[in-house]
């Protein structure tokens, strides 16, 4: 019998116990703020989702995914908070205290909702498209490629603060509305704001996990281990690579919509550098090769923040440093190689115990008469 952990068919039922767990979360909480920051801790599986898929999966470490994630949730607040203007007041008011006396063309896409929707995913998985397919192209890689990443973040996060007119700049935008859709009210205290993140998680989720065990994604996992021998063999490296750096950063732009809709804000601290290696965090310590497990990994480490940073303040950050260094010395395939280990070994013990009548007889042969 072989592990458990590398089965096909239990890994899909250990994935629906999972997504079964988190569906019956709001029929067991009557607390409004605690389902709030449960649906928020589901925006940073998202992430974690993201990170997973690109660097455990694809070997492309990506410190930078605050880009695309900062740049979908910009999107997602700029068309909540032109759906609160009139055509008597079309202007937001961080315009007009900037002395703006006009709609920026930026801003004209996101007086539709759809439209506005549509710009908010497409601008950042345009952009990672772009970028990857320009990085990839070049065959920069590894540790270069992570330092690109960062510096291109810090570039967005030093133009989205100085452009205070357009963006809010330090104060960043705050609609005042819940997000509406369809003539739907998205409360974000409320079990559909949940649900709503819900099957995001849920539908980003299996389509990673379904790429993965594609014939795409062992390709992408074989250039991870090798790029060089799967370039021998005939394969567009470049291609691959930025087919899942752009899904990953499609996965990150669609997290950041959901987070202004459950927040109702944005700022350039969503383009921090420290919360995008924050990310990469999640994923290690839940498992960088595990979807699952780096989902776990983005509750546990922030559910451990929201409930033990106050009480340590400055002191969590150290806590945290000394975790993660443990897991990377310890465990370099996260939290996640635990329950594989112990896959393994139960598989090893019923291997040992039990045999065959033809193994049972050459162990122990009947003493001649």
């Known amino acids: 019998m072989g592990n458990l952990y590398y089965n096909k068919t239990a890994q899909w039922i250990a994935y629906a116990a999972f997504f079964a767990a988190l569906a019956i979360v709001p029929m067991a909480i009557d607390d409004d703020f605690l389902l709030n920051q449960l649906a928020t801790y589901g925006v940073y599986g998202m ?21 695309a994630f900062g740049l979908g949730a910009y999107g997602m607040a700029m068309t909540m908070q032109m759906q609160t203007q009139t055509e008597s007041n079309p ?32 601008v950042p998985t345009l952009f990672c498209a772009v970028f990857g397919g320009i990085m990839f192209r070049a065959r920069v890689s590894g ?69 993965t065990q594609s014939s795409f994604g062992l390709v992408t996992q074989a250039i991870r281990d090798d790029a060089e021998r799967v370039r021998f063999l005939g394969y567009g490296v470049a291609g691959y690579e930025t087919m899942i750096y752009t899904i990953s950063g499609l996965i990150a732009a669609v997290a950041g919509c959901l987070w202004v809709m459950l927040v109702q804000y944005v700022s350039p601290a969503q383009l921090d550098v420290g919360f995008s290696i924050s990310m990469v965090i999640w ?10 497990g780096s989902i776990i990994g983005a509750f546990v480490i922030q559910g451990a923040q929201s409930y033990l940073g106050d009480a340590f303040l400055s ?15 310890f465990l370099p395939n996260g939290l996640a190689s635990l329950l594989e280990a112990a896959l393994g070994l139960l598989a090893t013990k019923k291997k040992t115990t039990t045999k065959t009548p033809r193994e049972s007889n050459c162990a122990e042969p009947v003493p001649a008469e």
């Open 143 to 211: 540790p270069f490629f992570a330092i690109m990443t960062l510096a291109m973040l810090s570039a967005f996060y030093t133009i989205i603060l100085d452009q205070q007119a357009y963006t809010g700049g330090v104060n960043g935008i705050t609609p005042p509305a819940p997000f509406q859709f369809a003539g739907i009210e998205i409360e974000p205290y409320s079990p559909l704001a949940y649900w709503t993140v819900f099957f995001a998680l849920l539908t980003a989720t299996v389509i990673a996990k379904l790429i």
């Open 91 to 122: 202007i937001p008011p961080i315009m007009l205290n900037n002395g703006l006396d006009y709609l920026p063309f930026l801003w004209w896409p996101f007086q539709n909702t759809a439209v506005g929707l549509i710009f908010a995913v497409a």
């Open 47 to 67: 992430l974690a989702l993201s990170i997973s898929l690109c660097w455990g999966f694809g070997g492309i470490l990506n410190l930078g995914q605050g880009i």
């Open 283 to 292: 994923a290690a310590i839940g498992g960088r090769m595990s979807l699952i």
């Open 315 to 329: 002191t969590w950050l150290l806590i945290l440093g000394g975790f993660f260094i443990i897991i990377v010395r």
